[in-house]
């Protein structure tokens, strides 16, 4: 983190912003060349972009065969390189720019690294394709010996060989690796090698004739190798210029992620194009920390290469964030992704649910139903592993247990569902035995007094749980948890005798926000009685609330998320704590960017169009220390006890035998001081 940067510099939270740039090419014209490099660089400059990739020979043109080989042509290319890194001086960019040039007795295919009027140094391509159309042998010598070496290029001696990385010194984590071309189509390329020495963003300038079929190879060969190296992967191809003597170009660019595209353009554009991203180098530092392997992997391959470091002055000011941010990170913008997600979790959860009752000779599942969303989902799982288990629904044993301030709504929509799903299902009044116990307890609501505090509540919550697990022992069953990921985060739950137990949990590793969209692909999946389906759709309708404190005098119900904060804002920073361990203040940044607007963006498919929020950095931050002190400086104790459930989401589980282990007894102090610290002006009212 930059922290002599203001709290809106993306580069402040660890973003880079990249570009693949495809210009039109002239035909071994590298003065015409350079024009077109140079006026794509200045766009860079203004947009604030640190690392711009433009395509292979991009100054001579690619397909211009043997007249690379002509001292005219090769000497219009150094003036051009002379000309570029003049102009450089008062750019912020790094270009990666394509160029031909003499080195010994040979001619090389290079990547020049250009950055505020000098030349870093000169990448040559390692792997010449003679293949099919390619040629490249007839005039380009291979540079993968060429490690260690010098090159004389504008007037002055620099770094030469495929063994270079570019590491800035005022952005952390942003190292620069250069290769050409068919350096990534080959089994390992040398980019691998660079990530494994530390690059952090790989760049590939691309001439790549177009085919048939090969602009969904390159995307394959950029997504899995930027997953693979845990790195930025920046590709630039030619497009509009080149010769089409015999082949033909499409200009395609793209900037993946650890496998996540961030931008690409059109094919076979009319004009220059350019994809353009903020890549997170916090993100992929972190997954490299978790990726044990990532680093034993480098003590193998034992990667020799030279740093060269430049001063990249990233702009200060706000320049906007150019990357899309889910709402909702459990929960894919994409309908068919979203679908396959909700397919898998449900699976998930139904056949470890198989797999546990069939261990342990296949009792009968038993389960409390509220009429809210976790036991709602909880039965419709029981219900799809009976049936996969070829048992009768009437098996299940729902049991509704109204307390004294259940509503007739919710205790008619448990009962509806559970004979819709055809489960057996009975009520039990808690409230004698609560008001017996509140009275042996001398609590004053047993006296008549309007006392509502935790106590009140969770003599409540413990005798639902106590009655479930007795009536297991008495029928021959198991008592089925229903807590999800979101409440486990928070510690949203009773502890011991309470909805934190079970004997088997269904829905740990479903957050809440991902649980009402796994909820409405059941209902899509078109296999529900239209009476079933109104009962799930007013639950999804129902405000989240345990149901254990009277109405008000404004009549309305107790609220979770009046309480403790909107699961909307808590799962976003669930996800990017658990999965990527960021700091505060860069949550509260992402947070205010994906939630401020809601016209802006992508919601997922099904998401109510009149109940979409927003939130302000202030109330983003006021909600994200609820989640810190919650989550770091008391629930640990709760989750250390949780009984099993099955991982659910490849952003991790919080089971203390999986993804999440940590002391019971930890706080949330350097979290808390770090999010006042950074977020300007948000806790000035504290």
């Known amino acids: 983190m930059i922290t002599d940067l203001p709290f809106e510099s993306v580069y402040r939270h660890g973003f880079a912003r990249v570009a693949a740039c ?25 947009d604030g972009v640190a690392v711009a990739v433009f395509p292979e020979l991009c100054l001579s043109g690619y397909a211009i065969d043997d007249l690379v080989m002509q001292d005219p042509l090769l000497d219009a290319v150094e003036t051009a390189l002379e000309r570029l890194v003049a102009a450089s001086a008062d750019l912020l960019p790094v270009l990666l720019v394509g160029a031909p040039l003499r080195h010994g007795n040979r001619l090389f295919n290079c990547a020049v ?25 007839r005039w380009y010598a291979r540079g993968d010996d060429q490690a260690g070496g010098e090159i004389r290029v504008a007037g002055e001696t620099v770094p030469f060989g495929p063994d270079l990385l570019f590491a800035a010194t005022d952005v952390p984590g942003l190292t620069v690796h250069a290769e050409v071309c068919e350096d990534v189509w080959v089994p390992i390329p040398p980019s691998s090698s660079a990530a494994l020495a530390g690059a952090t963003v790989l760049g590939n300038l691309s001439g790549s004739p177009i085919t048939i079929g ?30 089409t003597n ?44 978790r990726q044990g392997t990532f680093d034993d992997n480098r003590r193998t391959v034992d990667p020799r290469f030279r740093t060269v470091t430049f001063e990249l002055a990233p702009p200060a000011g706000d320049i906007g964030l150019r990357r899309a941010l889910d709402r909702f990170p459990f929960v894919p913008d994409d309908p068919a992704r979203l679908a396959q997600d909700c397919y898998e979790a449900f699976n998930i959860q139904v056949s470890g649910l198989v797999q546990r009752l069939q261990a342990i000779g296949s009792p009968k599942p038993v389960l409390g139903v509220s009429g809210g969303l976790d036991s709602t989902h909880a039965l419709l799982v029981i219900a799809r592993a009976m049936d996969r288990m070829g048992r009768p629904r009437s098996d299940i044993l729902a049991y509704t247990l109204p307390g004294f301030a259940t509503s007739a709504k919710t205790k008619g929509n448990a009962i509806a569902l559970a004979e819709a799903v055809g489960a057996t299902i009975e009520e039990i009044d808690i409230r004698p035995a609560a008001s ?22 969770n003599v409540q919550a413990g005798l639902r749980t106590d009655y479930l697990f007795r009536l297991a022992n008495m029928k021959g069953g198991i008592v089925i948890g229903t807590g999800d990921l979101s409440e486990i985060a928070l510690g949203w739950s009773t502890y011991g005798v309470g909805d934190q137990m079970s004997h088997y949990s269904v829905n740990p590793g479903v957050p809440k926000t991902l649980i ?15 009476a079933t389906v109104d009962v799930l759709q007013d639950v999804l309708d129902t405000e989240i609330s345990p149901e254990l404190v009277p109405a008000g005098q404004d009549g309305r119900m107790q609220s979770t998320e009046d309480r403790i904060g909107p699961y909307n804002l808590h799962d976003f920073s669930l996800y990017h704590v658990m999965r990527y361990g960021f700091r505060p203040s860069k949550i509260a940044f992402l947070a205010a960017h994906a939630w401020g607007d809601p016209d802006a963006g992508s919601w997922p498919a099904g998401y109510p169009e009149g109940e979409r929020p927003s939130y302000d950095l202030d109330t983003v931050a006021k909600w994200l220390e609820v989640f810190l002190q919650r989550f770091f400086g008391f629930a640990q104790f709760k989750r250390s006890a949780i009984p099993n459930g099955p991982k659910v989401s490849p952003a991790g589980s919080l089971s203390p035998r999986g993804d999440w282990r940590a002391p019971s007894d930890g706080n949330a102090r350097a979290w808390i001081a770090e999010l006042h610290a950074a977020v300007p002006g948000a806790f000035d009212h504290a």
């Not at 003065?31 to 490099?37: E, K």
């Not at 009027?117 to 490249?136: N, Q």
């Not at 017996?436 to 509540?457: I, N, Q, W, Y």
Request: some cysteine; aromatic content about 8%.
């Open 113 to 137: 690294v250009i950055h505020r009027g000098r030349v870093l140094g000169v990448a040559p391509k390692s792997y010449l394709p003679t293949y099919r159309e390619f040629y490249e042998h």
């Open 214 to 243: 090969r602009a969904d190879d390159r995307s394959i060969l950029s997504q899995s190798q930027s997953m693979r190296c845990l790195a930025a992967y920046v590709y630039a191809a030619a497009g509009q210029g080149e010769s």
């Open 516 to 530: 009402q969209h796994v909820i409405r692909w059941v209902i899509s999946a078109g296999e529900l009685s239209e």
């Open 436 to 457: 017996e116990m509140l009275s042996r307890m001398g609590h004053p609501f047993a006296a008549g007094e309007p006392v509502h505090d935790v106590t009140f509540e």
């Open 22 to 46: 495809t210009i039109p090419v002239a035909v071994a014209d590298p003065a015409t060349n350079a024009d077109a490099v140079l006026s794509a660089a200045r766009e860079c400059d203004a």
């Open 246 to 289: 015999d082949v033909s170009w499409d200009g395609q660019t793209m900037i993946y992620e650890g496998g996540q595209l961030l931008a690409t353009t059109e094919r076979f554009p009319d004009g220059p194009r350019r994809s353009v991203a903020d890549v997170d180098l916090d993100r992929l530092r972190q997954d490299r920390l």
